[in-house]
């Protein structure tokens, strides 16, 4: 058949819409070229890792039959609690499995994005706006933050279509005065990475490669000039330490700006709003060439004690609103300040699923997997690459459903996603038969109806249906007309309200820049969120864990994500965490992980009906996963109660049926986990972490965020894991200001971390405890005692294997060992025996068994 001429179709498919599009002509034939597409695993290798995992259900299924019909009548307690728990993992096993069950890969097409179609004309590449959170200079070095932005300024993007927006929530003057400097060097930075290519175009992790450029024979000009940079990052490095050192204490009558006015931000809680263009269009601007340069801002939004801020989520609200008044770039991208861009394409990567002719009017975000460090990636570190099975196993299967969760850092927003509208759709059959899939939000001259959700019910914004020749003045009254409606949804902002409907931002700065920075001040005041819908309905969600209520609320409206996984990671950690941070920020997570499932925005039963089934059992997973931490944290202390009191959770009298099966079951978990490695990439060493891994944060930070989440859902208090003492301490002192700020600190408590790690020691100390009272009984009562005892050390030894790598590396950190915690444990542990044998003696000693030693 040639290539244009289509058979007889039937209604509502691709080739009939060809031939619709192709005999109407126009503007739109030929149709552009795709810039995305899925390309799904090899049918027989995903049919046979289907088969391994049904094969692991089923016997999964006849092994718990097995374990509920064979009771263990002298440990009947035992029994009944080890059969519990595996029913509760087997179940959690098996909702994990579900949404795993159709990974697919996604392949981007530069060559076609930089066609005449995308870049040139009306068509050109969209405008991003990047924003890059950071909290509190003290904690987060302006180091790091500078990195980020420098790699943001340096990314291979038009420079007209890119801002980057830095807000500083703890209105810090380091932070200030770095960005300062940050922008002097970006003027040689920037066009340095343009000219030579470099990647990273971070200087910090760029400049500590060990590369030989004299054995790779690089030419004599590019050594000299990256020695010449090199040298000049140096000295950027020393004015950083420089204004570190000057800031580190505060003087009595706080600081004082260069023209001897008093910083703004002297009081982190009560303080107004900042903005400052560090880089604009203006000609001085410009970069050591004299060419255009990205544009940079500095914003800090309003603070006042008796307003709630909702920290991280309400910061990215306030720059959403600051960066659509200034700039209005169609796309968002928003990094955490120690995520810098380690591939300068990225951007465009993202570009070709949200410019997409087709997938991108219905994509609301792109997501990118967040890599460790390079130098932590293929070193010992146990915890180099922790997130590899979830970035490339869970992700890759979640983007064959709906598409990826959103991760709170390396994501790229479709903006009318963020303000809260459902994904555009067709008004009649007629549309649908011959333009099904080229519908756009806003904008262009299709027939269309935009929505906007509000409470429920869908209010019309726009309905150009019978209006497709509408003058701009007929269209500003039809929008003035729900004028009302849109300040409740949007705040009082006629400039921001516009810039709403705009398909195509101005650029920044293009009409006078006093009312524009008037106009940005207004939308990050304090009272601006006020009887709005905000942080309920659009931007970022508020609450706990506001990153997965985001991406599950735009799922819910019938929205799809891409998960993007470039050849070169797209971003990476300035720095590799400790354990103790890991431990904390993994708290942090489970706790508000926890809120969700016990909140109003729980996908249980929130969202509406567009949610893929699937798609909303993996949301489930990503917050229920705390509640497995109990019977799992339970059932890795049975194998040291079986070591010390002789007792097994398993029968003696075990047939060989029964023992077929069990091999059966651990062949199908090798065959289930071989073909998955394989499929993904990931390395056995990588997977083997991510259980370890699995097995301490669910003995520690998840058994402790299901009592925080209880508390709190119970008594409105808030306990927290921080690895600062000094936020220990002065969550335990009274708040003295009488305002809504001090009782949100009344309610929140600091615990230090080390108490997460009183768990998973008590359990590894009780085992080891076990193995060596077992071991010595063995010993002592000759050849026939170690048949019993096999399975009761195997069952030990696999839960040793998993906890000591953790601890090991905690105690090998000499500033972090914690003692008190070790003590705690082997007080807990000795108090647990006491009581053993005090109760076993008051009822009375039982017979012993033939297979069963006494504990001591």
Not at 318 to 341: E, P
Not at 384 to 399: A, E, P, Q, T, Y
Not at 548 to 572: D, K, L, N, Q
């Amino acid at each position: 058949m040639d290539e244009w001429s289509f058979h007889e179709a039937p209604p509502n498919t691709p080739e009939r819409d060809l031939r619709a599009r192709a005999a109407r002509g126009g503007d739109d034939w030929p149709p552009p070229l795709p810039l995305c597409s899925k390309v799904p695993l090899p049918s027989a290798q995903l049919n046979l890792y289907r088969a391994a995992v049904a094969l692991r259900a089923v016997l999964l299924a006849l092994f718990l039959r097995y374990r509920v019909t064979h009771p263990v009548p002298d440990a009947y307690g035992l029994w009944l609690t080890a059969v519990a728990c595996e029913s509760w993992l087997a179940l959690s096993w098996l909702a994990a499995q579900l949404p795993k069950l159709s990974p697919t890969n996604r392949a981007t097409h530069l060559h076609s994005l930089d066609k005449d179609d995308y870049t040139g004309g009306d068509r050109r590449l969209a405008g991003v706006d990047v924003f890059v959170s950071a909290a509190d200079a003290a904690r987060e070095p302006p180091l790091a933050t500078a990195n980020t932005v420098l790699s943001v300024l340096a990314a291979d993007y038009p420079a007209g279509s890119l801002a980057c927006y830095v807000s500083d929530d703890g209105a810090d003057m380091l932070l200030f005065e770095a960005l300062f400097e940050t922008a002097r060097l970006a003027r040689r930075w920037v066009p340095f990475c343009r000219r030579h290519g470099v990647e990273p175009r971070a200087p910090e992790p760029y400049f500590a490669r060990n590369v030989d450029y004299l054995r790779d024979k690089v030419a004599p000009s590019f050594v000299k000039e990256r020695r010449a940079m090199k040298r000049e990052y140096e000295e950027f490095k020393v004015r950083m330490n420089y204004l570190a050192a000057k800031t580190s204490k505060v003087p009595e009558e706080g600081w004082l700006m260069s023209d001897g006015t008093p910083w703004p931000g002297n009081n982190s809680r009560d303080h107004p709003a900042m903005i400052q263009v560090l880089l604009g269009p203006s000609a001085d601007d410009r970069d050591a060439e004299g060419v255009e340069l990205p544009r940079l801002f500095y914003v800090s939004r309003e603070k006042k004690p008796s307003f709630q801020h909702h920290k991280k989520a309400g910061a990215m609200n306030a720059l959403l609103r600051v960066s659509a008044v200034l700039t209005n770039g169609a796309y968002v991208l928003n990094l955490d300040y120690d995520h810098y861009v380690n591939n300068s394409g990225a951007l465009r990567e993202a570009m070709c699923f949200l410019m997409d002719p087709e997938a991108g009017n219905w994509t609301c975000f792109v997501q990118f997997p967040l890599r460790p460090p390079a130098a932590s990636a293929d070193d010992e570190d146990p915890w180099g690459s922790r997130d590899s099975v979830f970035f490339d196993i869970d992700m890759k299967c979640l983007d064959g459903i709906q598409g990826p969760v959103y991760v709170g850092s390396g994501c790229c927003f479709n903006r009318k996603a963020l303000y809260g509208f459902e994904p555009p759709v067709a008004d009649d059959a007629d549309d649908l038969e011959t333009s099904p899939r080229r519908w756009c939000c806003f904008g262009g001259t299709e027939r269309r109806k935009l929505m906007l959700r509000r409470n429920r019910s869908v209010v019309p914004l726009l309905d150009s249906a019978d209006h497709d020749e509408e003058t701009v003045g007929a269209r500003r009254r039809r929008l003035l007309s729900h004028h009302a409606a849109l300040q409740q949804h949007f705040g009082h902002s006629t400039l921001f309200i516009a810039s709403a409907f705009k398909e195509k931002g101005p650029s920044a700065m293009a009409v006078a820049a006093t009312p524009l920075l008037k106009e940005a001040i207004h939308v990050v005041s304090c009272a601006y969120e006020e009887r709005t819908r905000w942080g309920k309905e659009v931007g970022w969600i508020y609450g706990a864990c506001a990153g997965v209520a985001t991406g599950f609320r735009m799922h819910a409206r019938g929205w799809e994500s891409a998960y993007c996984v470039p050849a070169r990671p797209a971003f990476r950690s300035y720095a590799g965490a400790s354990p103790s941070d890991m431990l904390a920020g993994a708290s942090r997570r489970a706790s508000a992980a926890m809120g969700i499932l016990l909140g109003r925005h729980c996908p249980v039963w929130a969202g509406g009906g567009s949610m893929r089934p699937l798609q909303r059992l993996a949301y489930v997973n990503c917050v229920a996963y705390p509640l497995t931490s109990i019977p799992l944290t339970v059932y890795c202390a049975l194998s040291a109660v079986c070591l010390l009191t002789g007792k097994f959770i398993f029968p003696d009298d075990v047939d060989d049926y029964d023992g077929f099966l069990l091999v059966l079951l651990l062949s199908s978990v090798i065959a289930s986990v071989a073909l998955e490695l394989k499929w993904s990439g990931v390395s056995l060493r990588a997977w083997w972490r991510a259980e370890k891994l699995w097995l301490v944060i669910g003995t520690s930070a998840g058994l402790a965020a299901v009592f925080q989440g209880t508390l709190r859902a119970c008594t409105g208090i808030d306990v927290g894991f921080s690895t600062d003492t000094a936020a220990v301490a002065v969550s335990e002192q009274p708040a003295e200001d009488d305002d809504e700020e001090a009782m949100t600190a009344d309610s929140t408590r600091s615990v230090l971390w080390t108490n997460l790690l009183v768990p998973p020691i008590s359990v590894l100390l009780g085992n080891l405890a076990g193995v060596v009272v077992a071991v010595s009984y063995g010993m002592d009562h000759g050849y026939e005692s170690w048949g019993p005892l096999g399975w009761k050390l195997v069952f030990a030894a696999w839960v040793v294997a998993h906890l000591q790598g953790f601890l090991r590396g905690l105690l090998s950190r000499r500033e972090r060992a914690p003692t008190l915690a070790v003590l705690w444990s082997v007080l807990f542990i000795s108090i647990l025996s006491l009581m053993w044998v005090n109760t076993q003696t008051y009822y009375g000693p039982s017979v012993p068994s033939a297979t069963q030693q006494p504990i001591f």
